[in-house]
T-cell receptor, first 115, second 114 residues
Framework: AQSVTQLDSQVPVFEEAPVELRCNYS??????LFWYVQYPNQGLQLLLK??????LVKGINGFEAEFNKSQTSFHLRKPSVHISDTAEYFC?????????????FGRGTSLIVHP | DAGVIQSPRHEVTEMGQEVTLRCKPI?????LFWYRQTMMRGLELLIY????????DSGMPEDRFSAKMPNASFSTLKIQPSEPRDSAVYFC????????????FGQGTRLTVV
């Protein structure tokens, strides 16, 4: 069965600094990978996804993530954060062919951007 | 499209009462998920429907929880009787047809059982 580990529960950073949110997954089959963002009192919104092809994927709001199969990682990055990026970020995995096709989420990382 | 619609947004109930949460998925989507979010356990999958049929309900905590999807445009999650430990935010999400991967989430129902 698949699983997702988000290594940091909270990441504080100053505005305009770069940030990386870490995500590692475990699966015995091919996977699709996702990052979602949750603003306070809201549902989850898709930031970006990796299905196949180029391992560097770009999403909304200037975020990008890189799929590393050998390290089973899918870290999220942004070169310069803004106060409005303060939110909870979730990494998710779906097992592809032969898998359950059910999204499994990590515990989330709270990104706190300070002025 | 209005997106996934959940109701109510907030629910406060007394222990022992029945609670029903409602979800209207995006029109044309054929997969529906119910998740529960708590500080302690994060986002947990409760149940997954495909074409209105429950496919995986292994995440339903116990017999007090039940979910139905009588048609493609409506689903309910019922807790009877409710307990304080059921307090959480419950999310419904839907996904399109074969080959679609993105799940679209509703805004959630914040349940408080006192």
């Amino acid at each position: 069965a698949q699983s997702v580990t988000q290594l940091d529960s909270q990441v504080p950073v100053f505005e305009e600094a770069p940030v990386e949110l870490r995500c590692n997954y475990s699966s015995s089959v091919s996977v699709y990978l996702f990052w979602y963002v949750q603003y306070p009192n809201q549902g989850l919104q898709l930031l970006l996804k990796y299905l196949s092809g180029s391992t560097l994927v770009k999403g909304i709001n200037g975020f990008e993530a890189e799929f590393n199969k050998s390290q089973t990682s899918f870290h999220l990055r942004k070169p310069s954060v803004h106060i409005s990026d303060t939110a909870e970020y979730f990494c998710a995995v779906i097992e592809g062919a032969g898998g359950s096709y059910i999204p499994t989420f990590g515990r989330g990382t709270s990104l706190i951007v300070h002025p | 499209d209005a997106g996934v619609i959940q109701s109510p947004r907030h629910e406060v109930t007394e222990m022992g009462q029945e609670v029903t949460l409602r979800c209207k998925p995006i029109s044309g989507h054929n997969s529906l998920f119910w998740y529960r979010q708590t500080m302690m356990r994060g986002l947990e999958l409760l149940i997954y429907f495909n074409n209105n049929v429950p496919i995986d309900d292994s995440g339903m905590p116990e017999d007090r929880f039940s979910a139905k999807m009588p048609n493609a445009s409506f689903s309910t999650l019922k807790i009877q009787p409710s307990e304080p430990r059921d307090s959480a935010v419950y999310f419904c999400a839907s996904r399109g047809g074969a080959g679609d991967t993105e799940a679209f989430f509703g805004q959630g129902t914040r349940l408080t059982v006192v």
